[in-house]
């Protein structure tokens, strides 16, 4: 098992410097697959970005507190200090206690996130169902 440093965690991959990476290294790889690059790079650095919002919002009571965020712009370390999401432990991971702590944390995210989720998927598919019901009435001749 590697060991956890948690001076490590949270600093460079935790950033705006690597969601650039991450978008290169996705335009890159679309590029090279004949895949639309600008779709496939932004998502992909969205939801890398996304990862970056709720980490940010999750609490953390171990030193340097939040995120090396604004990397490499600046080495300041930034939270929201919500603490919308708990606790999350890496040592000991698999004693019955951070089983548990964890457990919980994954319990209060998929709470939390799952009925947003849905509220976007409905919105996307009653937009879509919207959208092809009109372009269907002007793609077809009137009767």
């Given at each position: 098992?590697l060991?956890?440093?948690?001076?490590t965690?949270?600093?460079?991959?935790?950033?705006?410097?690597?969601?650039l990476?991450?978008?290169?290294?996705?335009?890159?790889?679309?590029?090279?697959s004949?895949?639309?690059?600008?779709?496939?790079?932004?998502?992909c650095?969205a939801a890398?970005?996304?990862?970056?919002?709720?980490?940010?919002?999750g609490?953390?009571?171990?030193?340097?507190?939040?995120?090396?965020?604004?990397?490499?712009?600046?080495d300041?370390?930034f939270?929201?200090?919500?603490?919308?999401?708990?606790?999350?432990?890496?040592?000991?991971?698999?004693?019955?206690?951070?089983?548990?702590?964890?457990?919980?944390?994954?319990?209060?995210?998929?709470?939390?996130?799952?009925?947003?989720?849905?509220?976007?998927?409905?919105?996307?598919?009653?937009?879509?169902?919207?959208?092809?019901?009109?372009l269907?009435?002007?793609?077809?001749?009137?009767?």
């Open positions: 098992m060991p956890f440093k948690p001076e965690h949270r600093t460079v991959t935790h950033s705006v410097g690597a969601v990476i991450v978008l290169l290294g996705a335009a890159i790889v679309a590029r090279r004949r895949r639309p690059v600008p779709r496939v790079s932004l998502m650095a890398y970005a996304t990862h970056l919002l709720l980490d940010w919002l609490a953390d009571r171990f030193p340097p507190f939040g995120l090396q965020m604004f990397w490499p712009f600046s300041g370390w939270i929201s200090g919500w603490d919308l999401f708990r606790q999350t432990a890496r040592r000991q991971l698999l004693s019955p206690a951070i089983i548990r702590l964890n457990a919980l944390a994954i319990a209060q995210e998929i709470a939390i996130l799952v009925p947003i989720l849905a509220a976007l998927w409905l919105v996307r598919v009653k937009t879509l169902a919207g959208l092809a019901t009109e269907a009435g002007r793609d077809h001749a009137a009767k």
